[in-house]
């Protein structure tokens, strides 16, 4: 049986990632786009992520071109947009498919372990998936649940797991 941290990515530096590495971490997987009308949430992602990357959270964004064509660019343009219009700081990874036949095997754990409203499918930009910090998925939000609105799990998902892995 695969576990999140079997799983690797690509960066958008082109660095393949073990999701190892964020072992002991409170983990926010999102399927991003640089032209959706949720792409102003990379603010309050970027915000959640400053505000507890101390305490052991992070971001982790995925770029996807699967819904509307909102992703059509490539490494440099989503760069562009992360890093210079949103002042991203999380990683960020390589443009993926969320759904079908090629889609990315994160997303294929992550809706397996978390179906939503369409079943083992992605609706649209922007949905997330928390993971706590012993790899197991907690909680799947909807594209339009914004950052703000995810901060309660992620407090919860912080201090559920922190005597564990600090004591």
């Not at 590495?21 to 949430?41: I, M």
């Not at 609706?123 to 703000?148: Q, S």
């Not at 901060?151 to 005597?163: D, F, G, K, V, Y």
Request: overall charge positive; some cysteine; charged content about 15%.
């Amino acid at each position: 049986m695969t576990t999140f941290y079997q799983l690797t990515a690509t960066s958008l530096g082109g660095q393949l990632i073990s999701m190892a590495d964020y072992a002991g971490k409170v983990v926010l997987v999102v399927n991003t786009a640089s032209h959706c009308g949720f792409t102003p949430q990379y603010g309050g992602l970027e915000a959640l992520y400053k505000k507890y990357a101390a305490q052991g959270f992070v971001v982790l964004g995925f770029p996807c071109n699967q819904f509307g064509k909102q992703e059509p660019g490539g490494a440099e343009e989503i760069a562009q947009t992360c890093y210079i219009n949103y002042g991203v700081s999380f990683p960020m990874f390589e443009k993926v498919e969320v759904n079908g036949a090629s889609e990315h095997s994160i997303f294929r754990y992550l809706k397996n372990e978390l179906p939503g409203l369409l079943g083992k499918r992605i609706k649209w930009n922007f949905t997330k998936f928390l993971i706590g910090r012993d790899g197991e998925p907690l909680k799947r939000f909807a594209p339009n649940t914004t950052p703000k609105k995810m901060e309660a799990a992620i407090l919860t998902a912080l201090s559920r797991n922190s005597l564990s892995v600090n004591g």
